[in-house]
């Protein structure tokens, strides 16, 4: 005879009310903090910040938080994404404001969108700067050429898994020098602009990096310092829309050699399509554990 299976007492949980979208930053040294420890320290904030989050049933009921397409580990970000279920309806605004203030020191509330008002956008593509130091921006220039030129530029990727072998000239939409490394005069570094494909098996910007060091021998003198500054759909133009993300005053990129023409353009997207995704790495201490 089949034995039932317990099931959980007491009262049902809330149901949610309101969906909110909200953008925020990874920077400083939550750069090298891992998804999971992302998330502990959301879950934390949305508990100091005294939010109304809505919980899953069951036995272990947990926060309804689920994260879109997180940078992997090392890579500072100003475009990271998450949607969070609320029991009461909140003004967005005020819940920036809350849950900003709750959170550590890195991770900063950009924008916070009601998804009732504001349909997600699907997050296609991300708009990267890689600062390469100790290169020149010539060499960097023909490193890219070369890559751009390439029809495949195949790297291995230890995984838990074993090892994968991507094509990393399939993920590149475009990839380019910054004209600002050279109009600044930082000849002790090139300053890399690329929009990668968001696709499975996902092509980082470090492969990028590796296929331009088996291609042509480009090697930084220390690590490189990667920063995501958009992502989102694939629109109409991708070098108006790499413009577009740029910051105040900051110069996009100048096409080296032309890669095979893209069908679109990454535009920047205001609320994100929920897809839980996790990296994983040492963890280090995040500030503010409770």
Not at 17 to 37: C, E, P
Not at 129 to 143: E, M, N
Request: hydrophobic letters at 45%.
């Amino acid at each position: 005879m089949a034995r039932q299976q317990p099931r959980p007492t007491g009262p049902a949980p809330l149901p949610p009310v309101q969906r909110l979208a909200v953008k925020y930053a990874k920077r400083g040294r939550m750069r090298f903090a891992s998804h999971r420890d992302i998330s502990r320290a959301v879950e934390r904030g949305v508990r100091r910040a005294g939010l109304p989050v809505a919980h899953s049933a069951g036995f272990s009921p947990h926060p309804k938080i689920s994260y879109a397409g997180g940078a992997p580990t090392g890579a500072a970000s100003e475009a990271e994404f998450l949607e969070i279920s609320l029991t009461a309806a909140l003004d967005p605004e005020a819940v920036r404001l809350r849950l900003d203030a709750a959170l550590p020191d890195g991770i900063d509330v950009i924008e916070v969108h009601d998804l009732a008002a504001a349909p997600a956008q699907q997050l296609a593509a991300s708009d990267w700067k890689v600062v390469l130091p100790g290169v020149a921006s010539a060499d960097a220039a023909a490193a890219v050429a070369v890559f751009l030129a390439a029809e495949h530029a195949e790297v291995d990727r230890r995984t838990s898994n074993g090892v994968r072998r991507l094509d990393t000239r399939a993920g590149v939409v475009t990839l380019e020098v910054e004209r600002r490394a050279t109009a600044d005069e930082q000849p002790d570094c090139a300053i890399l602009r690329m929009v990668v494909r968001h696709m499975s098996p996902a092509v980082r910007p470090e492969d990028i990096l590796v296929a331009l060091r088996q291609l042509s021998a480009l090697q930084p003198a220390s690590p490189a310092v990667v920063t995501r500054l958009a992502q989102g759909p694939l629109g109409v133009d991708a070098a108006v829309a790499a413009a577009s993300a740029a910051g105040p005053g900051e110069q996009t990129g100048e096409p080296v050699a032309p890669g095979p023409a893209a069908p679109d353009g990454l535009a920047g997207p205001k609320t994100p399509v929920p897809a839980t995704t996790a990296t994983e790495a040492p963890r280090p201490d995040v500030r503010g554990a409770a």
